[in-house]
C-alpha cells in the first residue's frame, strides 16, 4: 500500500483522482467478469440459441446501464439525482460525441417503439436485408436484392447505425402480415389469342394459389392492431397494351421469402402450357414494316418536270 501511495503522490496527479480512475477500472472490471458468469450461466440452462442470443443481448444492455450509473456516481458525487446527472452528461458531451449519442438514441427507440425486431426482413435507406443482430450503437443485416434478384441473400453482412432510424424510413416486410403481393408479367404478341392465354394463365396460377386462406386469416387478426384493408387475397390476372403486345400480369400473394421460388414455379407451368398452345407465342421487342405495291408507281413528280404541259 505505501508503494502505491508513493506512485500516485509522485504521479503529480491528486489522490482523489487516482482513487476515482482505479474504481472505474475495478468497476469495469467486476462487470465484465460478472457478465461472463451471467452469460455462462444462461448457455447452461437454455439449450435454444435464440434465446440464449436474447439472454445475452439483455444482459448486456443492463451491464451497460448499470455501469454508466454506478461510474457517473464515482466521478459527479455530488448529483444524487440521476436525471440531473444525465442532463449535466449530455450537455457537456454533446458536440463532442453527437453520432454516438445520437445512436445511443436511436437504440432506445429501437427497445421502446420495436420497428422491427430479430429476424424481420427491412429496407431502410439504400440497404435492404434481415436483422441479424442489433446493439446499443448499431444493428446488423444480412443483405438481400443489390446485383442478386428477387431480393435473395447475397451473403454480405451490413453493419447500419441505430441513428439512421430517424433519417430515412423504414419498410418492414414482416411485421403485422408476413406475406406480400408479387406480380409475373406475361407478354403475347397481338396475333396471339391472348383470351386463351389469359384463361391458361388464371389456372395455373388458382392451382397454384395455396395459402389464400391462410393470409386470410392473418389479415383478419393483423386488422385488430392495423389498419390493414384488402377486399380480396385471391390470385387474378390482368390485362394492358404494351408497345410490343399484350401484358398478362399474374398477381398473386405469397411468403416474403418465397418471391423467386414462386416466379420459377410460375414461368416453368407457363412455358410448357404455352408450348402446347400453337396460336400463342410470347412477344418480345420488334419493329414491322409494310411496304406497298404501288409505291413505285407514286413516284412524285421531278423539280424538272412540267406538270400539265402537251
Known sequence: MDAISN???DSGLPIEIMLRVIQTVVVIGVLVIGRRLLQRVINNRVDEVEWQYRGAKTLDYTIFI???FLIGRMWFPG???VATYLGLLSAGVALALRDPITNLAGWLYLISKRPFALGDRIEVGNHAGDVVDSGIWDFTLLEIGNWVDAEQSTGRIIQIP???LFTSPIANYTKGFTYLWNEVPVLVTFDSDWKLAKRILLDIIERHDHISSEAREEARHTARRLMIRYRTLSPTVYTNVEASGIELTM????KVRERRTT???LWEQILTAF???PSIDLAYPSQTFYVSPLADERKPTGAGDVAGLT
Open 263 to 265: 416466379t420459377h414455379e
Open 66 to 68: 448499470i455501469g454508466i
Open 79 to 81: 448529483l444524487e439525482d
Open 251 to 254: 398477381r398473386y400473394i405469397c
Open 7 to 9: 506512485y500516485l503522490t
Open 275 to 277: 408450348e402446347k398452345e
Open 162 to 164: 441505430n441513428s439512421v
